[in-house]
């Protein structure tokens, strides 16, 4: 997200979900979009079957969607900026770039284009193994569409690289005018229900809703006002950032809400024993789970279908969420325990629903001004809608960007931070399988989900497995600088040669033991993406 | 001159959009034509003829789902020849199934029952003659009865032109056509990524939730719109209720954005985890090394003493909150104004970069 703001001004989705359907071409890249947004995945499948849109998909794994492709690139994990430089450098070199645009609306193009000059197909080929007559299709071909739309997700973001690579997607579509027109943009594709709502409201330790700076004096006196407090002005620590405090023993408390760093966050040893060094761990959530488990106090919350609220999907879409059931046993709504320890510590919070805290987040948020529950029972609000009678937005950047001008920034591809060499021969990709979400709290519980995808699948290539003496079905252990797990082997063409991938639902082969906590420096994401790896037989 | 095509239907004066379709026509303005095979955002097949419609002219009844119209058309929908000819249709499709009112799943919310009803059929005039497949059962999600398929083929039209999943389609001819998987395998055993779209899709009982059996009758369930929980598509659904506990999911073309009324297997499949066993009831302390259950009040006032505790003596940045993507706005609102006002620190984030 960091990298989107750079640019533009806004780290959301700049267009919505139905322009992919009826856009002329779509480019995907780091997004396995049918497994991870099945329903944004059918839009990118009806836009080739039925409207006659192109597709290009740049990704290492053979996906679903390559099925449906006009044109594939596989390049090496985490050589994404070189790829994506090369798709730049030919664009510029054979002028197919849109000049007015690049000269009415952006700036810092001549930076861009004396560092993408080096990036020749033949030298991205070298680094991207990407045939080079491949690129310049590619290029000519996303350069030639009316309207393009750029999707990506977390093969993108996952990498040391992460805010780079998010940067020249950035700079690949305001090169060849896509953004701020329908049908285009550059569309981070989110991957769990409410992480745009969770940064839009302030879950975020640099800003409060709305994006507004915490490090700012007017934003920090707007606040102080409102909520009757004095308010630090430091931005604090990121989630990765709290274990290595934790670990350190500078960290003494943690509060969980609904969230499982024991599975979700890369190195699981490290993550356990920061955990147990704390004096205070407090996990709010539906189930005990695997972070619950080493809890002192744990607090029942409601789900989803037990309270009232609002979740903001991908495209930036405020919806509302019914309760329909009631909560089991004496669970409460999350809002209601929070305000619950917030009175008990001497700040009363006397919030009588969920729609009265909206009413304080339209006060405090411009961009949530407008989005009202009074007008949430049809299709929700795209923000930003700052006034009651604003229609929403469904895309951003129409004439003029959030930041007035568009930036381009002249980036040079970096290696990831760890390659595989002799002791660890291959590189290990992490990510979703369609039948699971996430630390699979909630799906592994489903008697459906789990018939279809009982167990963790470890999938290698053929020419791997032949090579490694493995076949279908075999127990392998995978072992990195960090741990070791067991999985079971999928001999499929998937993952490319030299490349193996797991999913991180499964507590019993956690991947994130082997993962690497290495952080892009910006967005602060660790690169789940690329590890070195030994596989062998079990 | 006006170069809207003005058509009459019932004799009623109707302009209407050229290159649209009697039957659309028709439903825009408020006149019934009974339609099974016809579904919305995808190829009209004409298969089922129970949308016949008389147009002056023409030498035979006309299916009205695939007739465009043209300026100067005049269509009747009320003839006795179009009744008797729906008419024989209905009764025809009943008397080619198993279908049997008083067990099936959709009995209340089936479209060959409504226009049975509505055609006022007592019975059919030719001898009942299902065709005895064996009952799919071989997964926990989707049932499959194909004795009740009327061959409307509007699953296949789902599965291939809405999710493009390209799994179901007719095979053999004749009186042995039926719908399914390549190779007629059963669906746990084919490509199929259980969407669902096809049981959502079906007009009569032939695909029905099998775990929502005998769970609730249709006019029973208590129908709650809301956004699934799972990934950040924000797909809006129906939650479907029956004494006090969630049956099963179906999706709701009229919502429209962003989803239009599609599901995937985990917004329609996955949601049974709200009443799994195993989730957690009431607040748990830690005691000598063992979670023990406890009131809202001592684990609130614990929580509340401890915090301030560690906030006094160690200052407010060792204390961090993480809030959630699976929580709501307003949760997540007032989970970082509670971190930053109450604990004083700006320690707080969640898993968006994981």
Not at chain 2, 252 to 267: A, D, F, T
């Amino acid at each position: 997200m960091a990298g989107l703001a750079a640019a533009f001004g806004s780290g959301a989705m700049t267009n919505s979900i139905d322009e992919i359907e009826h856009t002329d071409l779509i480019l995907a890249t780091g997004t396995n979009t049918t497994e991870n947004h099945p329903m944004i995945g059918a839009r990118v499948k009806r836009a080739v079957r039925k409207n006659g849109a192109k597709l290009i998909v740049i990704d290492p794994r053979k996906i679903d969607l390559v099925k449906y492709a006009t044109l594939w690139l596989r390049q090496k994990p985490g050589t994404d900026v070189a790829v994506l430089n090369g798709l730049m450098n030919v664009i510029i070199a054979e002028g197919l770039h849109k000049a007015d645009y690049v000269a009415d609306r952006t700036e810092n193009f001549e930076a861009l284009a004396q560092t993408v000059k080096k990036y020749t197909p033949e030298y991205v080929e070298e680094i991207s193994g990407v045939p080079a007559d491949d690129l310049r299709k590619a290029a000519r071909m996303y350069a030639g569409a009316k309207r393009a739309s750029l999707l990506y997700a977390m093969g993108i973001t996952q990498h040391i690289t992460g805010t780079d690579n998010v940067k020249s997607c950035a700079n690949l579509a305001m090169l060849t005018g896509n953004v701020g027109i329908e049908g285009g943009g550059v569309n981070p594709l989110r991957g769990q229900n409410n992480v745009q709502g969770a940064c839009d409201t302030g879950g975020l330790p640099n800003v409060f809703s709305g994006y507004q700076q915490v490090a700012n004096d007017e934003a920090r006196a707007k606040f102080e006002k409102a909520w009757n407090v004095k308010l630090p002005g430091k931005p604090g620590l990121t989630v990765v950032e709290m274990t290595n405090a934790a670990h350190r023993g500078d960290l003494k408390a943690l509060y969980i809400m609904g969230e499982n760093p024991m599975l979700s966050d890369p190195d699981l040893h490290h993550v356990e024993e920061s955990l147990k060094h704390l004096e205070l761990l407090i996990v709010q959530d539906i189930f005990l789970n695997e972070t619950a488990e080493l809890a002192h106090i744990v607090l029942p919350s409601a789900c989803f279908a037990e309270k009232d609220g609002t979740f903001t999907n991908s495209e930036r879409r405020v919806q509302r969420i019914r309760k329909a059931i009631e909560a089991p046993g004496c669970a409460k709504a999350d809002w209601e325990i929070v305000a619950a320890l917030s009175t008990k510590m001497g700040y009363p919070m006397t919030y009588g629903s969920a729609k009265d805290i909206m009413n304080e987040i339209n006060i405090m948020t411009p961009s949530y001004g407008g989005i009202v529950y009074d007008r949430l029972d049809g299709e929700g609000l795209c923000w930003p809608c700052p006034t009651k009678d604003h229609p929403g937005t469904a895309f951003l950047h129409k004439d003029r960007f959030t930041r007035g001008r568009g930036l381009f920034h002249a980036i040079e591809y970096q290696p990831p931070a760890e390659l595989p060499d002799t002791e660890y021969p291959y590189i290990l990709s992490t990510g979703r399988v369609l039948y699971h979400y996430h630390t699979g709290t909630m799906s592994r519980k489903s008697i459906g989900l789990n018939e279809r995808c009982p167990e963790s699948l470890v999938e290698i290539n053929p020419s791997d497995a032949q090579q490694l003496a493995i076949s279908e079905g075999q127990a392998v252990r995978i072992t990195s600088r960090r741990g070791t797990v067991s999985a079971t082997a999928k001999i499929v063409e998937t993952p490319p040669p030299g490349t193996v991938f797991m999913n991180f639902h499964f507590r019993e082969a956690a991947v994130n033991l082997l993962t690497n906590p290495a952080l892009d420096p910006i967005g602060k994401i660790p690169e789940l993406k690329v590890c070195a790896v030994k596989v062998e037989a079990a | 001159m006006s170069n809207v095509p003005t058509i009459t239907i019932d004799g009623k004066q109707i302009e209407a959009t050229p290159g649209k379709t009697i039957l659309e026509v028709a439903r825009e303005n408020g006149i019934y034509i009974p339609s099974l095979c016809f579904y919305e955002g995808t190829k009209n097949p004409g298969a089922c003829r129970v949308c016949a419609v008389e147009v002056d002219g023409a030498r035979s009844l006309v299916a009205a789902c695939v007739m465009p119209i043209s300026p100067g058309m005049v269509v009747k929908t009320d003839t006795e020849r179009v009744k008797q000819a729906r008419k024989l249709v209905v009764e025809l499709l009943w008397s080619s199934g198993d279908h049997n009112c008083l067990t099936c799943e959709r009995n209340g919310d089936c479209e060959l029952q409504d226009l049975v009803y509505r055609f006022g059929i007592e019975k059919p005039r030719f001898d009942i003659d299902p065709p005895g497949y064996g009952i799919e059962d071989t997964n926990t999600m989707i049932q499959r009865d194909l004795n009740k398929c009327i061959l409307c083929g509007r699953c296949i039209r789902a599965c291939n032109e809405i999710q493009i999943n390209e799994v179901l389609d007719f095979s053999l001819r004749g009186s042995h056509a039926k719908v399914g998987p390549a190779f007629d395998a059963d669906y746990i055993n084919s490509e199929c990524v259980f969407c669902g779209e096809c049981v959502n899709s079906c007009p009569v009982g032939a695909l029905t939730f099998k775990q929502a059996r005998f769970m609730g009758r249709p006019w029973e369930l208590k129908k709650v719109k809301t956004t699934c929980p799972y990934c950040g598509v924000g797909c809006q659904l129906d939650l479907n209720i029956h004494d006090g506990k969630i049956v099963k999911v179906t999706g709701n073309r009229e919502y429209g954005q962003p989803n239009l009324g599609s599901l995937c297997v985990k917004g329609r499949f996955g949601i049974d985890f709200v009443n799994h066993p195993s989730r957690l009831k009431t607040p748990l302390i830690r005691i000598d090394g063992e979670l023990r259950e406890a009131s809202w009040d001592e684990a609130i006032g614990y929580a509340a003493q401890k915090l301030g505790d560690i906030k006094k003596t160690h200052g407010a940045d060792s204390v961090a909150g993480l809030c959630s993507a699976r929580c709501t706005n307003e949760e997540n609102y007032i989970f970082q104004k509670f971190m930053r006002a109450v604990v004083g620190t700006n320690n707080v984030d969640h898993c968006a970069r994981l």
